[in-house]
Protein backbone atom coordinates (compact mmCIF):
# COMPACT_ATOMS: atom_id res chain seq x y z
CA UNK A 1 0.00 0.00 0.00
CA UNK A 2 2.86 2.25 -0.28
CA UNK A 3 1.92 3.66 -3.60
CA UNK A 4 -0.65 5.27 -2.13
CA UNK A 5 1.80 7.92 -0.81
CA UNK A 6 4.24 7.45 -3.42
CA UNK A 7 4.67 10.98 -5.32
CA UNK A 8 5.02 9.05 -8.66
CA UNK A 9 2.47 6.67 -8.61
CA UNK A 10 -0.24 6.94 -10.98
CA UNK A 11 -2.33 5.11 -8.21
CA UNK A 12 -1.15 7.19 -5.33
CA UNK A 13 -4.27 8.77 -2.76
CA UNK A 14 -4.20 12.11 -4.79
CA UNK A 15 -4.62 10.24 -7.90
CA UNK A 16 -7.33 7.81 -6.66
CA UNK A 17 -9.24 10.84 -4.98
CA UNK A 18 -9.36 12.21 -8.88
CA UNK A 19 -10.48 8.59 -10.25
CA UNK A 20 -13.59 9.42 -7.95
CA UNK A 21 -14.42 12.62 -9.36
CA UNK A 22 -14.15 10.88 -12.93
CA UNK A 23 -16.88 8.64 -11.69
CA UNK A 24 -18.86 10.93 -10.44
CA UNK A 25 -19.10 12.82 -14.09
CA UNK A 26 -19.44 9.74 -15.59
CA UNK A 27 -23.10 8.56 -13.47
CA UNK A 28 -24.02 12.17 -14.11
CA UNK A 29 -23.77 11.74 -17.90
CA UNK A 30 -25.40 8.35 -17.73
CA UNK A 31 -28.31 10.20 -15.67
CA UNK A 32 -28.72 12.85 -17.97
CA UNK A 33 -29.13 9.80 -20.64
CA UNK A 34 -32.01 8.63 -17.51
CA UNK A 35 -33.31 12.39 -17.89
CA UNK A 36 -32.56 12.54 -14.07
CA UNK A 37 -31.36 16.27 -13.90
CA UNK A 38 -31.78 16.66 -10.67
CA UNK A 39 -29.50 13.60 -9.74
CA UNK A 40 -26.83 14.34 -12.31
CA UNK A 41 -26.23 17.69 -10.87
CA UNK A 42 -26.08 15.98 -7.49
CA UNK A 43 -23.36 13.41 -9.09
CA UNK A 44 -21.51 16.64 -10.33
CA UNK A 45 -21.19 18.35 -7.18
CA UNK A 46 -20.16 15.31 -5.29
CA UNK A 47 -17.30 15.40 -8.50
CA UNK A 48 -16.64 18.89 -7.82
CA UNK A 49 -15.88 18.04 -3.83
CA UNK A 50 -13.71 15.38 -4.85
CA UNK A 51 -11.60 17.71 -7.60
CA UNK A 52 -11.24 20.10 -4.36
CA UNK A 53 -10.06 17.21 -2.07
CA UNK A 54 -7.75 15.81 -4.49
CA UNK A 55 -5.86 18.84 -5.04
CA UNK A 56 -5.44 19.11 -0.83
CA UNK A 57 -4.20 15.99 -0.48
CA UNK A 58 -1.34 16.44 -3.31
CA UNK A 59 -0.20 19.85 -2.20
CA UNK A 60 -0.80 18.57 1.35
CA UNK A 61 0.97 15.75 1.29
CA UNK A 62 3.68 16.65 -1.82
CA UNK A 63 2.09 13.76 -4.19
CA UNK A 64 1.79 15.68 -7.30
CA UNK A 65 3.11 14.99 -10.33
CA UNK A 66 2.66 15.34 -14.48
CA UNK A 67 0.26 11.86 -14.41
CA UNK A 68 -2.19 13.94 -11.50
CA UNK A 69 -2.03 16.92 -13.67
CA UNK A 70 -3.18 15.40 -16.44
CA UNK A 71 -5.40 13.35 -14.82
CA UNK A 72 -7.30 15.92 -12.71
CA UNK A 73 -7.69 17.80 -16.43
CA UNK A 74 -9.43 14.98 -17.83
CA UNK A 75 -11.20 15.01 -14.97
CA UNK A 76 -12.07 18.38 -15.24
CA UNK A 77 -13.07 18.31 -18.81
CA UNK A 78 -15.39 15.09 -18.11
CA UNK A 79 -17.31 16.77 -14.51
CA UNK A 80 -17.21 20.25 -15.60
CA UNK A 81 -17.32 20.75 -19.48
CA UNK A 82 -19.09 17.87 -20.99
CA UNK A 83 -21.64 17.23 -18.16
CA UNK A 84 -23.00 20.83 -18.01
CA UNK A 85 -22.89 21.09 -21.59
CA UNK A 86 -25.37 17.95 -21.91
CA UNK A 87 -27.15 18.54 -19.49
CA UNK A 88 -28.18 21.87 -20.97
CA UNK A 89 -28.49 20.54 -24.33
CA UNK A 90 -30.70 17.76 -23.40
CA UNK A 91 -32.70 19.78 -20.55
CA UNK A 92 -33.27 23.01 -22.42
CA UNK A 93 -32.94 21.80 -26.08
CA UNK A 94 -34.85 18.12 -26.44
CA UNK A 95 -38.07 19.56 -27.42
CA UNK A 96 -36.85 22.72 -29.34
CA UNK A 97 -37.21 23.04 -33.06
CA UNK A 98 -34.87 21.54 -36.10
CA UNK A 99 -33.29 25.17 -36.26
CA UNK A 100 -32.92 26.08 -32.73
CA UNK A 101 -31.24 22.12 -31.67
CA UNK A 102 -28.74 23.05 -34.59
CA UNK A 103 -27.70 26.83 -33.28
CA UNK A 104 -27.41 24.51 -29.29
CA UNK A 105 -25.42 22.25 -31.13
CA UNK A 106 -23.20 24.82 -32.43
CA UNK A 107 -23.19 26.17 -29.36
CA UNK A 108 -22.23 23.54 -27.39
CA UNK A 109 -19.24 22.05 -29.68
CA UNK A 110 -17.76 25.79 -29.30
CA UNK A 111 -18.51 25.53 -25.23
CA UNK A 112 -16.80 22.19 -24.93
CA UNK A 113 -13.79 23.28 -27.28
CA UNK A 114 -13.30 26.25 -25.09
CA UNK A 115 -13.32 24.19 -21.91
CA UNK A 116 -10.89 22.11 -23.58
CA UNK A 117 -8.59 24.57 -24.45
CA UNK A 118 -8.59 26.18 -21.30
CA UNK A 119 -7.44 23.18 -19.71
CA UNK A 120 -4.75 22.31 -22.13
CA UNK A 121 -3.59 26.00 -21.74
CA UNK A 122 -3.39 25.46 -18.08
CA UNK A 123 -1.71 22.11 -17.73
CA UNK A 124 0.70 24.30 -20.41
CA UNK A 125 0.91 26.93 -18.33
CA UNK A 126 0.96 25.39 -14.74
CA UNK A 127 3.91 22.81 -13.32
CA UNK A 128 3.09 19.91 -11.07
CA UNK A 129 2.40 21.13 -7.55
CA UNK A 130 1.91 24.50 -8.22
CA UNK A 131 -1.14 27.03 -7.20
CA UNK A 132 -1.47 30.53 -8.73
CA UNK A 133 -3.12 33.60 -7.03
CA UNK A 134 -5.01 33.68 -9.70
CA UNK A 135 -6.55 31.76 -12.74
CA UNK A 136 -6.97 33.76 -15.91
CA UNK A 137 -10.02 33.25 -17.30
CA UNK A 138 -13.21 31.64 -15.91
CA UNK A 139 -12.26 28.09 -14.29
CA UNK A 140 -14.09 25.26 -15.76
CA UNK A 141 -15.23 24.21 -12.14
CA UNK A 142 -17.04 27.88 -12.56
CA UNK A 143 -17.93 27.39 -15.75
CA UNK A 144 -19.69 24.30 -14.76
CA UNK A 145 -21.32 26.63 -11.98
CA UNK A 146 -22.65 29.03 -13.97
CA UNK A 147 -24.20 26.60 -16.65
CA UNK A 148 -26.19 25.05 -13.89
CA UNK A 149 -27.38 28.27 -13.05
CA UNK A 150 -28.48 28.93 -16.39
CA UNK A 151 -29.75 26.02 -16.60
CA UNK A 152 -32.03 26.53 -13.09
CA UNK A 153 -32.61 29.92 -14.25
CA UNK A 154 -34.30 28.11 -17.24
CA UNK A 155 -36.06 25.54 -15.35
CA UNK A 156 -37.49 27.76 -12.48
CA UNK A 157 -37.45 31.33 -13.90
CA UNK A 158 -38.78 30.38 -17.45
CA UNK A 159 -35.42 31.71 -18.91
CA UNK A 160 -35.97 30.95 -22.74
CA UNK A 161 -33.76 28.89 -24.75
CA UNK A 162 -32.00 31.58 -26.93
CA UNK A 163 -31.13 33.43 -23.53
CA UNK A 164 -29.79 30.25 -22.26
CA UNK A 165 -27.89 29.71 -25.79
CA UNK A 166 -26.41 33.27 -25.05
CA UNK A 167 -25.49 32.75 -21.88
CA UNK A 168 -23.68 29.50 -22.54
CA UNK A 169 -21.51 31.15 -25.48
CA UNK A 170 -20.45 34.37 -22.85
CA UNK A 171 -19.37 31.34 -20.34
CA UNK A 172 -17.72 29.47 -23.40
CA UNK A 173 -15.83 32.70 -24.39
CA UNK A 174 -15.22 33.82 -20.67
CA UNK A 175 -13.02 30.64 -20.28
CA UNK A 176 -10.34 31.95 -22.36
CA UNK A 177 -11.17 35.49 -21.72
CA UNK A 178 -8.75 37.96 -19.44
CA UNK A 179 -10.79 38.19 -16.42
CA UNK A 180 -8.38 37.27 -12.75
CA UNK A 181 -10.45 35.25 -10.85
CA UNK A 182 -9.17 34.62 -7.34
CA UNK A 183 -7.46 30.72 -6.79
CA UNK A 184 -9.18 29.31 -3.64
Known sequence: MSFLRNPSSHFNIANLITMGNITFGLLAVYFITQQNFFLAVVLAWLGGAFDIIDGKVARK???????????DSFADFLTFVLMPTFLIFEAVFASS????????????????????????????????????????????????????????????????AIGVLALVLLIGYLLNSNVKVPHP
Do not use: C, H
Request: charged share 10%; no cysteine.
Open 61 to 71: YKLSNEFGVQL
Open 97 to 160: SVTMKLLAAAGSIYYVISGLRRLIQFNIDVEAGEAAKYFTGVPTPLGAILLWLVFLANTYLALP
